[in-house]
């Protein structure tokens, strides 16, 4: 391995660790079980891991989401929150759908995994939820874009050689880029309806829908998601477009023809002259 | 014999002498483009096509110098790759009964600079068996695992769109040309891959909604309930569970060949079931079906799979009539002619059509089609494959959930195609011909984009 690759892994594992605070397992055996109340919670660990509250905080379930509602309310069974069934509550739907039909999400769902094990470096031989987005004990979003690629390269590269992860990160960005071509192909083409794009509500909504179902299927490496629940249905999206627009115009020439005005054939020429 | 003679016989036979070989050339020739397949000419491949299919595209990193034995690579990527370690560890290669484990090099070579990804005649070295299996379903054409990389490549829409675009299409097509799609790495379960969540990676989605329909007849019920308790390190045969997983009826004691009983061809196109073959085909099914059912009650369900294909194919033709009227009068809009010319079109030049019904290479006509083709395309392989699907595997309700949307596509198209018949027929009457609304179908970013990069 170049020194190079070889420093951008130390370099995403030293980002990483800067963002995690220190963490002593599931904590100390002098604890009560509880159950614990939210505020109770916060009272002791406001204390005693005050950069983990501070990441929580900040992150994107400050708001939405407390300690008790992914940890539960007892300490005996704090890990619960590194389980797919822990997220899968909230983030139900697409989300959810894209990763459980991943590889990752089959072997998880079938392995039996030992969930006590912290969410680090070879003790899972597939990632589930929490082992990409709170890696480590992170408790903002370890996948945050904003974090950089090399973070992303760490994470993956526990079982994935580091080109492979390089390689299949950068052909994911690839492919949404191009599904990201077709939603302004989309909107470029209902800006020319006759009646404005007010009528093609629900086409474009489509295909914002479709555009993030491909970046899910590239974040979750879902094949289905990535082709048939994105690439082929903005196609889909485009075409429909197309046809409720040159239906409508068509129609707005004929009536033009009806009233003895001008039709729209220039452009009929020219785009035929293109093609051949 | 007069001179005629002889021409009228040796003409027609030399003819034929040099157009055999001639055809054999020229599919040699396109096949050994940069690409892969019949339209290898026309594409390079992504840099990512490589994983997917190694046998063609891998490219060992040249960075890391050295000949290593297993307990070096070992050490090293204990560190780098610490999972795979781990899971090599459990696995069975590396806990052989009175033999050394099979360990990296073995399946990856040993010189860092030269190595490669195990392709299944890697695997074929130990597992002969399942390897020759394998191989075998080739001769029963598609749909086929071990043709699946083939019939991606060879799709026109594979050369026609980016290739970072159809990358998603060889995450599962790479099922033909590497055996970890099914059995992961670097684990390689036999038990897994006996488990149905083994093939949903793949078999999901619109076209073959394996997953939902499968998991929702008493089969599926049956092992979603139970199947996590169950030993699933026990081959696949009679009496060792209780409800059949996928590849309990697909590939039956463990057999690596899931063609060999396609009867139905995925619903992709309508067979005739009584043929002296196909009735070959339907005792392969009886019979797997009566390790737990009776014999009249097998032959019942798949007598009630013909009816369910009769039927879709009876709404199916009705719609490809409807739209090959259209394309008779030249009612399609965009025609054939005023489409982007995209690469694999090139031959619509000679003879522009529109693609409708299997033989016209429907498969592709999921883009760059107009708008009621597009509409067929998604009855026939979204509605009446789910339709299919649903009954193959007993999901009743799916069967009536699939027909009513081929019902209603139907009745759509019939309706659109009204439409553009009185649009037609009015701008003809007007106006002598059919008005254009120009280039709409020919500019925008991702068409521009496609075509400078195709």
């Known amino acids: ?276 | 014999m007069s001179g005629g003679r002889v021409r009228t016989v040796w003409v027609p036979v030399a003819l034929v002498l040099v157009a055999i070989p001639l055809g054999f050339l020229y599919v040699h020739w396109s096949k050994s483009g940069p690409g892969a397949g019949l339209y290898s000419r026309s594409w390079s491949p992504d840099p990512v096509q490589g994983w997917w299919d190694p046998g063609r595209f891998f490219q060992p990193v040249q960075s890391v110098q050295g000949v290593f034995a297993a307990g070096q690579c070992i050490q090293c990527h204990e560190a780098i790759t610490p999972g795979i370690v781990a899971d090599w560890r459990a696995s069975r290669h590396a806990n052989l009964k009175d033999q050394d484990p099979v360990a990296c090099p073995d399946c990856h070579g040993a010189d860092h600079q030269r190595l490669h990804l195990p392709t299944p005649e890697v695997c074929g070295a130990c597992h002969a068996q399942q390897h020759g299996d394998f191989q075998d379903e080739a001769r029963y054409g598609f749909p086929s695992h071990v043709l699946a990389m083939e019939r991606a490549v060879d799709a026109k829409h594979f050369a026609d769109k980016p290739k970072a675009e159809v990358q998603a299409c060889v995450q599962c097509h790479s099922v033909a040309t590497k055996c970890d799609s099914c059995h992961t790495r670097h684990r390689f379960d036999p038990a897994e891959a006996r488990r149905p969540e083994a093939c949903i990676t793949c078999h999901s989605g619109p076209p073959h909604p394996d997953d939902d329909t499968y998991f929702a007849s008493a089969h599926g019920r049956i092992v979603r309930e139970e199947g996590d308790a169950w030993d699933w390190s026990k081959p696949l045969a009679k009496g060792n569970y209780k409800a059949p997983s996928c590849a309990y009826c697909h590939m039956d004691r463990g057999r690596h060949q899931v063609a060999d009983k396609s009867l139905w061809k995925f619903g992709l196109l309508e067979v005739n079931p009584h043929t002296s073959g196909n009735r070959v085909l339907r005792e392969r099914w009886v019979a797997i079906c009566m390790d737990c059912h009776e014999e009249g009650q097998s032959r019942d369900w798949l007598a009630g799979l013909d009816r369910e294909r009769k039927e879709a194919w009876g709404k199916l033709y009705a719609a490809e009539d409807l739209l090959k009227g259209l394309r008779s009068k030249d009612l399609l809009h965009p025609g054939p002619a005023e489409r982007p010319p995209y690469p694999m079109d090139a031959p619509d030049g000679l003879w522009a059509r529109a693609r409708i019904g299997y033989y016209d290479g429907q498969a592709s006509a999921f883009y760059n089609v107009s708008a009621l083709e597009r509409d067929y395309f998604e009855m026939w392989y979204f509605d009446n494959l789910g339709s299919y699907k649903a009954a193959a595997h007993h999901d009743a309700e799916g069967v009536t959930r699939g027909h009513a949307a081929m019902d209603k596509a139907l009745a759509n198209i019939r309706f659109q195609a009204g439409a553009l018949r009185a649009l037609g027929s009015a701008e003809q009457a007007r106006d002598g011909r059919r008005s254009d609304p120009g280039d709409l179908w020919l500019a925008g970013p991702y068409t521009e984009a496609n075509g400078a990069g195709n």
């Open chain 1, 1 to 276: 391995m170049p020194a190079t690759r070889l420093g951008g892994l130390l370099l995403g594992a030293a980002l990483l660790a800067q963002t995690v605070p220190a963490q002593g397992g599931d904590g100390p055996a002098t604890v009560p079980e509880g159950p614990f109340t939210q505020g109770e919670c916060l009272e002791c660990h406001s204390a005693r891991d005050p950069a983990l509250v501070a990441q929580w905080r900040a992150g994107p379930h400050g708001n939405t989401a407390d300690c008790v509602a992914c940890h539960g309310e007892r300490h005996g069974a704090l890990h619960k929150a590194r389980q797919d069934a822990a997220c899968t509550g909230c983030h139900a739907g697409t989300v959810a759908h894209s990763y459980a039909t991943s590889k990752h999400g089959v072997l998880v769902r079938i392995g039996r995994p030992d969930w006590t094990r912290p969410l680090d470096r070879g003790n899972y031989r597939a990632p589930g939820c929490a082992y990409c987005h709170q890696h480590a004990a992170d408790h903002g979003d370890t996948m945050d874009p904003g974090r950089g690629p090399a973070v992303r390269d760490w994470v993956c590269s526990a079982c994935h050689a580091p080109r492979y992860v390089r390689e299949q990160l950068a052909a994911g960005d690839r492919l949404a880029d191009i599904a990201r071509l077709k939603r302004a192909e989309a909107l470029g083409v209902a800006a020319l309806h006759p009646a404005g794009a007010a009528g093609l509500a629900d086409l474009l909504e489509a295909t914002e829908r479709h555009l993030r179902n491909v970046r899910l299927g590239a974040g979750h490496q879902s094949p289905d998601y990535q082709w048939w629940h994105g690439q082929p249905a903005l196609d889909g999206d485009l075409i429909r477009l197309r046809g409720a627009v040159a239906q409508a115009l068509r129609e707005g020439a004929a009536a033009q023809l009806d009233r003895g005005e001008t039709g729209i054939d220039q452009p009929a020429a020219a785009g035929k002259a293109r093609r051949h």
